[in-house]
T-cell receptor, first 116, second 114 residues
């Protein structure tokens, strides 16, 4: 039973380019979460999605960042016109349900984005 | 809003020493509490969790008890091993500020020397 898959594992972009990060949740999981980890810091929530719906995007920067979870295919976190401050590890997590916050979220290995 | 505060690291211990990593939280409602572990270059793995007051989570020799009266969820292990070297994150979800998202502490880096 495959875990949460993320690709690419490492991504290098120059300032002004676009970054696309992909996340395939565990089989049977319909809830996806994205978190960002800046160097030597904890993880910060960005967005929570269900299929075709953004449920909570309170942690997303207002500009340049977007996320989707289409009916078919992986969830995508898109960063337009990247800047050096976007360099971080981006983690995706999934859960089978929400159960009032008691449900465990299972994390992928992360995508490490480096902006030159 | 909801928040988690962890004991600052780094923490360095000798093998077989007793480990405590302190974690306290602020939340409205009745959050669930988690400890996650992150090995170098990897994602987070759930170590243990507790979903209500006085519950004790345990796994791989690690334990933590959900103490509502002190708003704490301290992680303990009686005898650490070199393989326990990692970064440990305390987290909560299900508080009043957006039930589903995890709110993390800043992490505690643990190094165990042989």
């Amino acid at each position: 039973n495959a875990g949460v898959m993320q690709n690419p594992r490492h991504l290098v972009r120059r300032r002004g380019q676009e970054a696309r990060l992909r996340c395939s949740p565990m089989k049977g999981h319909s809830h996806v979460y994205w978190y960002r980890q800046l160097p030597e810091e904890g993880l910060k929530f960005m967005v929570y999605l269900q299929k075709e719906n953004i449920i909570d995007e309170s942690g997303m920067p207002k500009e340049r960042f977007s996320a989707e979870f289409p009916k078919e295919g992986p969830s995508i976190l898109r960063i337009q016109q990247v800047v050096r401050g976007d360099s971080a590890a981006y983690f995706c997590a999934s859960s089978p349900s929400i159960a009032g916050g008691r449900e465990t979220q299972y994390f992928g290995p992360g995508t490490r984005l480096l902006v030159l | 809003g909801d928040s988690v505060t962890q004991m600052e690291g780094p923490v360095t211990l000798s093998e077989e020493a007793f480990l405590t990593i302190n974690c306290t939280y602020t939340a409205t409602g009745y959050p669930s509490l988690f400890w996650y572990v992150q090995y170098p270059g990897e994602g987070l793995q759930l170590l243990l969790k507790a979903t209500k007051a006085d519950d004790k989570g345990s796994n791989k020799g690690f334990e933590a008890t959900y103490r509502k009266e002190t708003t704490s969820f301290h992680l303990e292990k009686g005898s650490v091993q070199v393989s326990d070297s990692a970064v440990y994150f305390c987290a909560l979800s299900g508080g009043n500020q957006g039930a589903q998202k995890l709110v993390f502490g800043q992490g505690t880096r643990l190094t165990i020397n042989p």
